[in-house]
C-alpha cells in the first residue's frame, strides 16, 4: 500500500552496477538489473574461409 | 583473427549513435540514421537482426517510437563503446509491461542498435516505473561496442 501522490518519483542517484531499475510508485526500487552491454562483431567466418584470414579478391567462396 | 581498425570502430559507432548535439547522430559517416534526434523503442519481445520486437504499449511517459530526447552521447574514440542514454530515461505503466529487448533508431524508426536487456523479461506492474540509466560513457546503462 502507498499513499496517492501527485509528483514524479524522484531522480534517484547514479549506481555504477545499475543499467535499469523499476520504482514504485513512492520511489522505492523493486527492481533492477546492471548495465547492458551490447556487443555487435563483424563476422567473416560466414564467408566460408578461415576467419584468421581475409580472402582476396575472387579467393572466396564463390556465391 | 580479422578484424577492423579500431578508427573506422568509432566512426561507425559515432555514426549509429545519439553523439551528436542534442542527441543526433554523429555525421563522421554520412548520415545512416537521419539528422534528427534518435530514439530509443523499448519491446515486449526480442529484437533480431531483421525486425525490430513488438513494442510496448504507451505508458506515462513512454509514447510509440520510443523514448525521445536521449541527450548527446560521449563519442566514441579509439573503438570505445559509446553509452546510452545520457539523459535519464524514465516511464510509467498505465498498463503491465513485460521490457524484453531495446532498439536504437532514428527518429523515423530506421534501427541501427538492438539487444536484449539484462536480466529480461523486466516486469513493470501499472503505477510503477522503470528507468534507464543515463550517464556520460561507461557510466550510462546500455553499452554499445564493435569488434
Redesign the interface.
Same mark, same amino acid.
Not at chain 1, 576467419?51 to 581475409?54: A, E, F, I, N
Not at chain 2, 542498435?113 to 536480466?119: C, L, Q, R
Not at chain 2, 503505477?127 to 540509466?133: D, L
Not at chain 2, 557510466?139 to 569488434?147: E, P
Given at each position: 500500500m502507498h499513499l496517492l501522490r501527485l509528483e514524479?518519483?524522484p531522480?534517484?542517484a547514479?549506481?555504477?552496477d545499475?543499467?535499469?531499475?523499476?520504482?514504485?510508485?513512492d520511489g522505492h526500487v523493486?527492481?533492477a538489473?546492471?548495465?547492458?552491454?551490447?556487443?555487435?562483431?563483424?563476422n567473416?567466418a560466414g564467408l566460408g574461409i578461415d576467419?584468421?584470414?581475409?580472402p582476396l579478391l575472387g579467393a572466396g567462396q564463390e556465391r | 583473427?580479422?578484424?577492423?581498425d579500431q578508427t573506422l570502430v568509432s566512426l561507425i559507432l559515432n555514426a549509429l549513435t545519439p553523439t551528436g548535439a542534442a542527441g543526433i547522430p554523429g555525421t563522421a559517416l554520412g548520415t545512416p540514421v537521419g539528422t534528427t534526434a534518435m530514439k530509443l523503442r523499448l519491446n515486449s519481445a526480442l529484437s533480431t537482426a531483421s525486425a525490430a520486437g513488438t513494442e510496448i504499449v504507451n505508458g506515462t511517459g513512454y509514447a510509440a517510437g520510443g523514448f525521445t530526447s536521449l541527450g548527446a552521447s560521449t563519442t566514441s574514440s579509439a573503438g570505445s =563503446?559509446v553509452g546510452v542514454p545520457l539523459t /535519464?530515461q524514465?516511464a510509467?505503466a498505465t498498463s503491465a509491461w513485460s521490457i524484453v529487448s531495446?532498439d536504437l533508431t532514428s527518429t523515423a524508426g530506421v534501427r541501427g542498435?538492438?539487444?536484449?536487456?539484462?536480466?529480461q523479461p523486466?516486469?513493470?506492474a501499472i503505477?510503477?516505473?522503470?528507468?534507464?540509466?543515463g550517464?556520460s560513457g561507461a557510466? =550510462?546503462?546500455?553499452?554499445?561496442?564493435? /569488434?
Open positions: 514524479a518519483p531522480e534517484p547514479w549506481e555504477p545499475h543499467g535499469w531499475r523499476v520504482l514504485d510508485a523493486v527492481n538489473g546492471e548495465r547492458t552491454f551490447l556487443v555487435a562483431q563483424f567473416l576467419d584468421t584470414q581475409v | 583473427m580479422a578484424a577492423i =563503446a /535519464t524514465s510509467t531495446f542498435w538492438f539487444g536484449p536487456f539484462n536480466g523486466i516486469a513493470v503505477g510503477n516505473t522503470f528507468q534507464i540509466t550517464g557510466a =550510462a546503462g546500455i553499452q554499445i561496442s564493435l /569488434t
